[in-house]
């Protein structure tokens, strides 16, 4: 393995690198000046006083949360293993394996208002109220006529135009 450094300049900077030769790699690593490297002090949380109540319940959260039974389908990384199948294809000058469309499930098609209404039945008897919950009527809407709002449209229209005219000290153009 043999190493060198090297300066590399750029326009009113000067950067220092460290070039590595690892079996059949050269790998170059970015080196900083002193004035570029910060005191990982600076980076430190303000130092916090906890009693033995906070730090137990802490632990306990941890522990109820974590999980040993990490196994199984659910716990497999498919991404990394289809990108992985895709660059040992394109390795190998060869197609790329086809995507396999996940199974479609049915979807539920829910009623929202039988839903709320069992919601709310369900409130009002777990406090002891009566549980009768009544249909709400359904709103129909009201159909306007219109001829009367195209005729107001051409009357706002030639209002506006004739309004514009007269405060206009200008002739209008000709077309």
């Known amino acids: 393995m043999s190493q060198s450094s090297e300066v590399h300049r750029e326009p009113g900077r000067e950067r220092l690198g460290l070039l590595r030769v690892r079996d059949d790699v050269i790998a170059l690593h970015a080196m900083r000046w002193p004035d570029e490297i910060r005191s990982p002090e600076e980076l430190l ?3 916090v006083e906890l009693s033995d109540e906070e730090i137990d319940g802490a632990l306990a959260l941890m522990a109820s949360m974590t999980r040993e039974d990490l196994e199984g389908e659910e716990f497999q990384d498919t ?3 289809a990108l992985g199948q895709i660059i040992e294809a394109k390795r190998e000058d060869r197609e ?3 995507l396999q469309e996940p199974e479609s499930k049915p979807g539920q098609i829910v009623d929202l208002m039988a839903a709320l209404n069992e ?3 369900l409130a009002r008897a777990a406090r002891g109220e009566d549980a ?3 249909e709400l009527p359904k709103k129909t809407a009201k159909k306007r006529p219109t001829r009367k709002t195209a005729a107001k449209k051409a009357t706002t229209k030639a209002t506006t135009k004739a ?4 405060t206009s000290g200008r002739r209008p153009r000709s077309a």
Not at 163 to 166: H, I, L, V
């Open 45 to 47: 949380p303000p130092p």
């Open 79 to 81: 991404y990394a293993e």
């Open 163 to 166: 309004a514009a005219k007269k």
């Open 132 to 134: 009768d919950v009544h």
């Open 96 to 98: 790329p394996p086809k």
């Open 119 to 121: 919601s709310v039945q």
